[in-house]
T-cell receptor, first 113, second 116 residues
Framework: NAGVTQTPKFQVLKTGQSMTLQCAQD?????MYWYRQDPGMGLRLIYY???????DKGEVPNGYNVSRLNKREFSLRLESAAPSQTSVYFC????????????FGDGTRLSIL | AQSVTQLDSHVSVSEGTPVLLRCNYS??????LFWYVQHPNKGLQLLLK??????LVKGINGFEAEFKKSETSFHLTKPSAHMSDAAEYFC??????????????FGPGTSLSVIP
């Protein structure tokens, strides 16, 4: 009964380092999303993937790249981390045709020094 | 343009008393509206959603919300608070416009505390 699984749960980086956040879902959902959550700002969409093989920018895509590796997996990459990217990152998925995330992972807490 | 306002950043209630979390929205289109709950160190969980069917929507854990178009509101209520309801609650507006991502707007959240 895993749902959406994110790894790692916590990470500390130095400015300029790169890393990839992993996300996998086992519900056969077509749509997947990456959000960041900052205090007092709700969630903001970074990138989304409506289906395997497609990705599109969200509200705050700068500094990030994504890969929809297959139907299950959707990764988020920070090429050169900046302190402004310190946040909690959530991956989510939804059924086809419903453009709202219904299932969320538990988040990755990322600190950039 | 779409927007969501959650009128209270923090609400505190006593266990067993009613809960009211307020949400107002602005949308140029017919919106879908949602409430999500987030417990500490967890992802968001969908509580309920309104998608132009019945205006009174029942969700999980005894929560319900009423869509009032004239007031552009979608307030979340529960008759009797339980300790396990203490969490952050997000109101969300969504408009499905194909190829347009930015029609899903999260409110800033309301933190609910439940006093024993």
């Amino acid at each position: 009964n895993a749902g959406v699984t994110q790894t790692p749960k916590f990470q500390v980086l130095k400015t300029g380092q790169s890393m990839t956040l992993q996300c996998a879902q086992d519900m056969n959902h077509n749509s997947m999303y990456w959000y960041r959550q900052d205090p007092g700002m709700g969630l903001r969409l970074i990138y989304y993937s409506a289906s395997e093989g497609t990705t599109d920018k969200g509200e705050v895509p700068n500094g990030y790249n994504v890969s929809r590796l297959n139907k299950r997996e959707f990764s988020l990459r920070l090429e050169s981390a900046a302190p402004s990217q310190t946040s909690v990152y959530f991956c989510a998925s939804s059924e086809e045709g419903q453009f709202q995330p219904q299932h969320f992972g538990d988040g990755t807490r990322l600190s950039i020094l | 343009a779409q927007s969501v306002t959650q009128l209270d950043s923090h609400v505190s209630v006593s266990e067993g008393t009613p809960v009211l979390l307020r949400c107002n929205y602005s949308s140029s289109y017919s919106p879908s509206l949602f409430w999500y709950v987030q417990h500490p160190n967890k992802g968001l969980q969908l509580l309920l959603k309104y998608t132009s069917a019945a205006t009174l929507v029942k969700g999980i854990n005894g929560f319900e919300a009423e869509f009032k178009k004239s007031e552009t509101s979608f307030h979340l209520t529960k008759p009797s608070a339980h300790m396990s309801d203490a969490a952050e609650y997000f109101c969300v507006v969504s408009v499905w416009i194909k190829t347009s991502y930015d029609k899903v707007i999260f409110g800033p959240g309301t933190s609910l505390s439940v006093i024993p």
